[in-house]
């Protein structure tokens, strides 16, 4: 049996593992329960080709414009190009660790505090690519309350679970 360290310190089970968890408890489950199990796994398989594709397209656009068309990687334009697209696919990754976990039995569907994580990460590329010179005040000061609420929330979130005892 061999098991992996998370990110979180937790002890993470290897595909086949959870394959045969699944195999093991899918007569306990109910009708809807292997329904939403059923839905997760086809969800994971697709967001995971979609990461695929996405970091394909990832390396030809760094590529394209670093080696072919010799471009400086510190260029704003250049810069905002990759890291968005960087950022996108980390956004997608943590998408699909979330769907992993439910998958592994840890945590049901709807997670909030993951849900504002992402929605975070969103955020944080939105201001990654934007071209502040083009945009105007009243979009950016949006921007930045709606990061101020989102890591309010959060916040507040991480701060009963803290007193609960989870984490």
């Known amino acids: ?78 810069f905002q190009t990759v890291f968005g697209n960087i950022m996108t696919l980390l956004i997608a990754m943590e998408f699909k660790h979330s769907i992993l976990r439910v998958i592994e039995r840890k945590e049901r569907i709807i997670q909030v505090k993951t849900v504002l994580l992402i929605a975070l990460l969103a955020l944080a590329r939105k201001f990654i690519i934007l071209d502040i010179s083009a945009i105007s005040a009243s979009l950016l000061a949006a921007l930045a309350l709606s990061s101020l609420a989102l890591g309010s929330v959060y916040w507040l979130l991480q701060e009963r679970d803290d007193r609960r005892g989870s984490f």
């Open 1 to 78: 049996m061999v098991k992996t360290a998370g990110e979180t310190g937790k002890i993470l089970e290897e595909p086949r593992e959870i394959m045969g968890d699944t195999r093991r408890y899918w007569s306990l489950m109910s009708f809807y329960e292997r329904f939403e199990h059923a839905v997760a796994l086809v969800l994971t398989g697709l967001i995971a080709a979609i990461i695929l594709i996405a970091l394909w397209r990832l390396m030809g656009s760094v590529w394209t414009l670093i080696v072919i068309q010799s471009r400086d990687p510190l260029d704003h334009a250049v």
